[in-house]
């Protein structure tokens, strides 16, 4: 395979999962009578611009189907993210009622509800028929296409060129990320101004996320390899933010190379430095995470192990992406973690792909009380035990597994 960005044969392998199908293909009981489609989910690293990217098998309309799970509304620390991003870049940027801001993958209108509360004119770009409805449903306009070249000419001869961009956790999603990108170049005004936000893979690989790889996440990305591929597709990098968010991700201001009239701020040369320095541009930066994995894989079937031996209760919180690639990974099946809980109702009453859990609702927590809850969405985890204070009734226990196994429990009363 030859890297998406440049083009060069990729020889490097920052971990192999083994095979996975993919990890948003939520199952209907229908569905568990046929056999399911696994694919080989090997991350590979580019070893001249360090563009880390998973193996290619699948296109994208395979992954980001009608029937797409994922609604971003259903996190409540996320609503608080977009709505606090939305007021900040406001004020920051001076947008009126006379802006425009277009988001790329609005999913199911998360963010755009702020900025049109905010009595700003907005546009949102979805591909996936699910979360578009529930994003018109708000009353957003919604196109739904995939962006690229080809759509942002459309819409820029259309006079929709946008004085803010956002595109928040869909670089990664992207194959080809220099349409992807060049299409921001297009649509943007002069002095339009676009957001990135992606998973950093500076943390990734220093906390073990491996988990975070999936079909769907064609790039993990560092800030020195997205500066090389904005310049590369007409977009200059001018200030990054380092975010919390899904365990460590970078906020990206990109403006247009040629008009863009923004100064460089000091926060890009001082994390492009500290990149350097980890050494995000040499092979040996990424040795060693498969055995990191690993040992987080076999720390989470030796507690599973010893739990049923004991006739302790296991249950599962989070029917997340992240957690159907490490439950694959492990080759954990419902023996061992008989169900998920999720708050989604598009997911409950499906089964998890390759695994085939169960997804119910969170009251089987209460019927079933079980002596440890399993948070598969890591990253969410203080959301979700403050989601469940009810645990300490029967003296209930977190559990979260990357980037080791670490057990929680509920304080106060």
């Not at 957001?195 to 988990?211: A, I, K, N, S, Y």
Request: glycine share 6%.
């Amino acid at each position: 395979m030859n890297c998406r960005h440049c083009g060069h044969l990729l020889t490097h392998t920052l971990i192999d999962l083994g095979t996975a199908p993919p990890s948003n293909a939520y199952l209907t009981a229908a569905d568990l009578r046929s056999p399911e489609r696994w694919y080989p989910l090997r991350v590979l690293v580019c070893d001249q611009c360090w563009l880390v990217q998973t193996e290619d098998f699948l296109e994208r309309e395979h992954l980001f189907t009608n029937d797409y799970a994922y609604f971003s509304s259903i996190s409540s620390t996320w609503l608080a993210h977009a709505e606090a991003y939305v007021t900040k870049v406001i004020g920051r940027l001076g947008l009126a009622a006379q802006s425009l801001v277009v988001e790329v993958a609005a999913n199911d209108g998360y963010l755009l509800q702020y900025v049109q509360k905010a009595g700003i004119p907005c546009l949102g770009i979805e591909p996936t028929a699910s979360t578009a409805a529930a994003a018109r449903a708000k009353g957003i306009p919604i196109i739904e296409r995939f962006f690229g070249k080809a759509l942002a000419e459309e819409l820029a001869q259309a006079g929709k060129a946008a004085d803010l961009m956002v595109a928040n956790n869909v670089l990664a999603h992207v194959p080809d990320i220099n349409d992807f990108v060049s299409g921001f170049a297009l649509l943007l005004k002069p002095q339009g101004v676009a957001t990135f936000e992606f998973p950093h893979l500076l943390r990734m690989v220093e906390g073990c996320q491996f988990d975070t790889a999936y079909h769907e996440h064609y790039s993990y990305l560092s800030l020195t390899t997205v500066t090389r591929i904005f310049a590369a597709n007409g977009l200059m990098v001018f200030d990054v933010e380092e975010l919390p968010t899904h365990g460590g991700s970078l906020r990206v201001h990109a403006q247009r190379s040629d008009t863009g009239r923004q100064a460089l701020r000091p926060a890009v040369t001082e994390l492009l430095a500290r990149e350097a320095a980890a050494g995000v541009t040499t092979a040996a930066f990424y040795q060693g995470f498969q055995e990191l994995a690993e040992r987080v894989k076999n720390d989470l079937l030796r507690f599973l192990l010893d739990a049923k031996h004991e006739g302790k209760r296991v249950a599962a919180y989070g029917a997340a992406a992240k957690g159907n690639t490490l439950l694959n990974f492990a080759g954990i099946r419902p023996d061992l973690l008989p169900y998920v809980v999720d708050k989604n109702p598009a997911k409950q009453g499906k089964y998890l792909p390759g695994s085939r859990i169960p997804i119910v609702a969170e009251a089987q927590l209460a019927a079933d009380r079980p002596h440890y809850v399993l948070i598969l969405p890591w990253n969410l985890r203080d959301e979700v035990m403050g989601q469940l204070p009810y645990l300490r009734q029967w003296d209930g226990r977190f559990v979260t597994v990357v980037p080791r196994l670490e057990f929680s429990e509920l304080k106060g009363e």
